[in-house]
């Protein structure tokens, strides 16, 4: 059985998301990372016209749940550190038409996790701090594949993150996404 999933790291300035195929092959996660990039269009500012926000995000995510036959997605829970109400409400309206797009165009299965989920699971494994430096992108990126990948050991049944336990495995997957970033890489 193979899946496609659609991760999102929301934010309403800065939003990443990934595209990753993946299939349990001897027991063993097989993966490819088959987009990943920084949203255009986000929900940023609840003064102005809403639709147009909505719609140019949806659009967005509608052309990568289409494009690949998405079939799960993951997407990180906004949870407020001091006093950041227009950026909750904003990405609260992102999940939520998020979730009413995909379930109703595509049967998507769909899971809401912290932060703290995913990142807590990666650091049993490797150090997340240390991985971020040695990618040529922002974290959003980084995280969206990672949470990818979380979901896909999740739905597979397997210890998250066994597949990347070793340097040379980190590192290939590093070039995975640093190969199918729509951004533009940063200078090592």
């Not at 147009?52 to 494009?67: D, F, H, P, S, V």
């Not at 109400?85 to 109703?104: F, N």
């Amino acid at each position: 059985m193979k899946i496609t999933v659609l991760a999102l790291d929301p934010g309403i300035v800065n939003a990443g998301y990934s595209v990753v195929s993946a299939r349990l092959i001897n027991n063993k996660l097989q993966y490819k990372v088959d987009e990943t990039g920084k949203l255009k269009h986000t929900v940023y500012d609840l003064k102005q016209e809403i639709v147009e926000q909505t719609t140019g995000y949806c659009n967005e995510m509608n052309r990568l749940a289409k494009n690949y036959g998405v079939t799960h997605c993951i997407a990180e829970r906004f949870q407020a550190r001091g006093f950041r109400g227009h950026q909750g409400e904003g990405i609260g309206i992102m999940l939520g038409s998020l979730i009413q797009m995909l379930t109703k165009e595509y049967s998507t299965e769909i899971r809401l996790v912290t932060a703290a989920t995913w990142k807590n699971a990666f650091n049993r494994m490797a150090d997340l701090k240390s991985f971020y430096p040695q990618v040529r992108l922002e974290p959003h990126e980084v995280d969206a594949t990672l949470m990818a990948l979380f979901l896909a050991s999740s739905v597979f049944g397997i210890k998250p993150f066994e597949h990347i336990k070793s340097k040379s495995k980190q590192r290939s997957l590093i070039k995975s996404i640093e190969n199918k970033t729509t951004s533009k890489l940063k200078r090592k």
